[in-house]
């Protein structure tokens, strides 16, 4: 199990998974065949700054093609579906079912691409306030997750978020931009976002990979 681990109990609602986010802790199952899910509140966290995203030359120029289509909460499960298939994933079914209620009652979102009507990467997460819990990524197709992660950046700096959570670290968020900050300091951000008021509605706020790409470059030299 990763750092900062406890027990789960026998019963989870979408309630009480929407007040573990407001703790700190989210769920993970060891493989999608492991009936046991359990808390995760790890000892370091990652977290996206918004206004520091990397863009590299090889995504900025994918951005500015137009042979992809981006959505927003119009394949939710088709996302998650992507990011369990995988030889190794921590989404079991019940973590599946939980996340899809929640995106019914809409506290969960995702961002598809798409490419000649196919789904090729997409992103999800859950929100609180101004807070957004990034769950899983997948690409099928060169740059399709990072074209995902480009427009939600943009998204979510245009309707007010002030929190990307990223759970971990990994070399290609770090890539990105990611950083890893201790919990005490995470959980100080947490609490402000969560007070704080934002909407990451059903259209995108950007229309094009060109003003993805020109809204992050701004964000940046903001910073």
């Known amino acids: 199990m990763p ?10 609602t979408p309630d009480l998974l929407m007040r573990a986010y407001e703790m700190g802790i989210f769920p993970m199952s060891e493989h999608r065949d492991d009936p046991e899910i359990f808390w995760v509140d790890p000892h370091r966290r990652g977290v996206f700054p918004l206004d520091g995203f990397h863009i590299s030359r090889s ?8 042979d992809y289509t981006v959505t927003i909460n119009q394949d939710f499960e088709g996302v998650v579906d992507g990011c369990a298939d995988r030889a190794d994933t921590w989404i079991n079914a019940e973590i599946r079912n939980l996340y899809s209620t929640l995106h019914a009652q809409s506290r969960a979102q995702s961002i598809e691409v798409w490419r000649d009507e ?3 990467g997409g992103v999800y997460g859950v929100t609180l306030g101004s807070a957004f819990f990034g769950e899983s990524m997948f690409s099928r197709a060169t740059n399709a997750s990072k074209i995902a992660l480009s ?8 309707t007010g978020f002030t929190l990307f959570d990223t759970q971990f670290i990994t070399p290609h968020l770090a890539s990105l931009g990611a950083v890893e900050i201790p919990r005490e300091a995470y959980h100080q951000l947490l609490i402000e976002a969560t ?15 060109a003003e993805v790409l020109q809204r992050n470059t701004q964000m940046s030299k903001r910073a």
Request: charged residues 20%; positive net charge.
């Open 151 to 158: 427009w939600l950046i943009a998204h979510l700096n245009a």
């Open 3 to 12: 750092h900062g681990t406890q027990g789960w109990q026998d019963e989870i």
């Open 118 to 120: 196919v789904l090729i």
């Open 195 to 209: 007070k704080g008021t934002a909407r990451f509605g059903h259209s995108l706020t950007v229309s094009s990979g």
């Open 59 to 66: 995504l900025a120029r994918a951005l500015r093609r137009d």
